[in-house]
């Protein structure tokens, strides 16, 4: 009954490098979404995608950010040129299909990335 | 400006004791999902409701969505310390055409403390 796995757990980068979150889905499901949460801040929604399409990048910061659902293997969000304020908890959600009002997101358990 | 409005942000309380939070809006929501979650770990869903005026229970967890499905509540009757944790609720919205966004928006959450 594996569900939402995200690596790594913690991740730790220097100003400057490049961060990469991994994020598996539920079995069964196609739809990703990523959120953010900053310190004593909620979650934020940052992107939705299905396989190899961006459904909605409306929460994505302009510059540096990007995200992927290959066909094949894991959605990725990809992080360039940390800096410190991209330090937060990454998380990520799976959900079966858009349609029908349920649309359940279920999150898997996140990634803390720390920026030295 | 906050799209959902959670209060309170800090509940702590004996056990034994009932509580309430409270999840606002002024936009209407096609469904409303209630999260619980530990440090360190992800949200974990708790229920979810999707028609204006339902009710639905959890054990000592009772959920509502509000008639115009705008807001909602989460009752704990008899907490324990056990209950202690995040309470975040989240919604889907829908735009004039009546058409459901993917993502969910967040409410700050209520960081619940239940002293033994």
């Known amino acids: 009954n594996a569900g939402v796995m995200q690596n790594p757990r913690h991740l730790v980068r220097r100003r400057g490098q490049e961060a990469r979150l991994r994020c598996s889905p539920m079995?069964?499901?196609?739809?990703v979404y990523w959120y953010r949460q900053l310190p004593e801040e909620g979650l934020k929604f940052m992107v939705y995608l299905q396989k190899e399409n961006i459904i909605d990048e409306s929460g994505m910061p302009k510059e540096r950010f990007s995200a992927e659902f290959p066909k094949e293997g894991p959605s990725i969000l990809r992080i360039q040129q940390v800096v410190r304020g991209d330090s937060a908890a990454y998380f990520c959600?799976?959900?079966?299909?858009?349609?029908?009002?349920?649309?359940?997101?279920?999150f898997g358990p996140g990634t803390r990335l720390t920026v030295l | 400006t906050q799209l959902l409005e959670q209060s309170p942000q800090f509940l702590s309380i004996q056990e034994g004791e009932n509580l309430t939070v409270y999840c606002n809006s002024s936009?209407?929501?096609?469904?409303l999902q209630w999260y619980r979650q530990e440090p360190g770990e992800g949200p974990v869903l708790l229920v979810t409701?999707?028609?204006?005026?339902e009710v639905k229970k959890l054990k000592r967890l009772t959920f509502q969505f509000g008639d115009a499905r705008k807001d909602s509540s989460l009752h704990i009757t008899a907490a324990q310390p056990g209950d202690t944790g995040l309470y975040l609720c989240a919604g889907r919205l829908t735009n004039a055409g009546g058409t459901s966004y993917g993502k969910l928006t967040f409410g700050q959450g209520t960081i619940l403390t239940v002293h033994p």
């Open positions: 936009s209407v929501f096609s469904s």
């Open positions: 959600a799976s959900s079966p299909a858009l349609a029908g009002v349920y649309n359940e997101q279920f």
């Open positions: 079995k069964g499901h196609s739809h």
């Open positions: 409701v999707v028609t204006g005026g």
